[in-house]
C-alpha cells in the first residue's frame, strides 16, 4: 500500500468522486472544434492516479484510450527543451490575455506567450520539426519511454499494488482525428503562416501543420498518461527526462497556463500544475507525490473538463496533494 494517501481512495470515495464528476459534466458539452471528436460519448469517465513510490489505483473508464490533442504539447515542451539549450529564449512562459487559439498580436509580437497557446505549441513542433525531424515521434518517443518492467502500470480498477504492464497500445496515432483537424483547422493554418512570416518558423509551414496535427492526435489512456507523467513529479531524478531545473521550469508553466484562460480558477480549486485536452482529458501534476489523469468529455465555457475539473478538486482533497 502506498504511502502517499492512496488507501482513502477508497471504493466509497471512487463512488462519491464518479457522481461528483458525472453531475458536473451534465453542465458541459463535447467539442465540436474537431469533427472526429463530435462523437464522443459524454457519459465516458476515468481516473488514474500513480505515486512516484511505485503504486496505482483506476477506476471508471480508465483503460481506454482517448486523443490526448493540447496534453501532447506538454511532451512536447518536454522533447524539445531536453535538445535545445536556448528553448526559453524563443517561447514565453506567461499567462496570455489573449484566447488560446488566437491570431491577436503576433503582426506585432511573434515570440508566443507560452507553449501551451496554440501559437506557441506550433512553434515548439516547428523547432522539433528542425532538431529531431518531427514532433509526433518525439512526443511518443517520451511517452513510450516512461512506461515499461521498471515501472508501475496497470493494477485494475480499484486497486493499489505495483505493476509491470506496459503501455497499452503503444501510444498510436489516430490519423482520422488528425485528418479530421487538418481539414477544418483554418484558424491555425493563419498562426502557422504567421509566425513562418515573422521567421518564428524556419521550416515549411503546413508540415509543421501535419506534424502538429498528428501530435495531437497520439492516443492514449488515463492509465497511461498518468504512468507516462510521473518524470514531472520526479523528485530523486530517477527518470532522467530533464533535469530538475527544467522539470520546474514546466510545472511552473503548467500551474501558470494549462488549462487556457481558467488557469487561476484551476490553481485555486486544486493547487496543482496542470494541462487539459478539448478531447476532455486533464493531467495534473503533485511534485514529490505523483500523477493524476481524469477524463471526461464535456467541456466547460473554457474549454476545460467540467467532470475532470470536479473529480480532480476531491482526489486533491481527498490525498491532501495540493501543492500549497
Not at 486544486?270 to 487539459?276: H, T, W, Y
Amino acid at each position: 500500500m502506498s504511502g502517499l494517501g492512496l488507501d482513502a481512495i477508497s471504493s466509497e470515495v471512487q463512488n462519491r468522486i464518479t457522481a461528483l464528476a458525472r453531475s458536473a459534466a451534465a453542465g458541459g458539452v463535447v467539442t465540436t472544434q474537431i469533427p472526429a471528436l463530435r462523437n464522443l460519448d459524454p457519459r465516458k469517465f476515468g481516473v488514474a492516479v500513480a505515486t512516484s513510490d511505485g503504486d496505482t489505483i483506476t477506476f471508471g473508464d480508465a483503460h481506454e484510450p482517448f486523443s490526448l490533442q493540447s496534453i501532447s504539447k506538454v511532451f512536447a515542451l518536454c522533447a524539445l527543451v531536453s535538445l535545445d539549450a536556448g528553448a526559453w529564449s524563443r517561447i514565453g512562459w506567461g499567462p496570455s490575455a489573449h484566447h488560446h487559439n488566437s491570431v491577436a498580436g503576433l503582426d506585432l509580437e511573434p515570440r508566443p506567450a507560452n507553449p501551451f497557446v496554440n501559437a506557441g505549441a506550433i512553434s515548439v513542433t516547428g523547432r522539433l520539426h528542425v532538431l529531431a525531424g518531427g514532433a509526433s515521434a518525439a512526443v511518443q518517443s517520451i511517452l513510450r519511454s516512461q512506461v515499461g518492467p521498471e515501472l508501475p502500470g496497470e493494477v485494475g480498477p480499484g486497486a493499489t499494488g505495483k505493476d509491470t504492464q506496459a503501455c497499452s497500445d503503444g501510444w498510436q496515432i489516430d490519423e482520422l482525428v488528425a485528418a479530421s483537424e487538418s481539414a477544418t483547422s483554418h484558424r491555425n493554418r493563419a498562426i502557422a503562416h504567421l509566425l513562418a512570416d515573422s521567421g518564428v518558423l524556419q521550416c515549411d509551414p503546413d508540415a509543421v501543420l501535419q506534424d502538429y496535427f498528428r501530435q495531437c492526435a497520439i492516443g492514449g489512456s488515463v492509465r497511461d498518461l498518468a504512468l507516462a507523467s510521473l518524470f514531472l513529479a520526479d523528485a530523486e531524478d530517477r527518470f532522467r527526462v530533464l533535469p530538475r531545473g527544467e522539470r520546474r521550469r514546466v510545472n511552473s508553466v503548467l500551474l501558470m497556463s494549462g488549462t487556457y484562460g481558467a488557469a487561476a480558477d484551476v490553481s485555486f480549486r486544486i493547487g496543482l500544475p496542470a494541462k487539459s485536452a478539448i478531447s476532455g482529458a486533464i493531467v495534473a501534476v503533485a511534485p514529490g507525490k505523483g500523477s493524476i489523469v481524469v477524463w471526461s468529455p464535456p467541456l466547460d465555457e473554457h474549454g476545460n473538463s467540467s467532470g475532470a475539473l470536479a473529480a480532480l478538486t476531491e482526489l486533491v482533497t481527498v490525498l491532501d496533494w495540493s501543492i500549497f
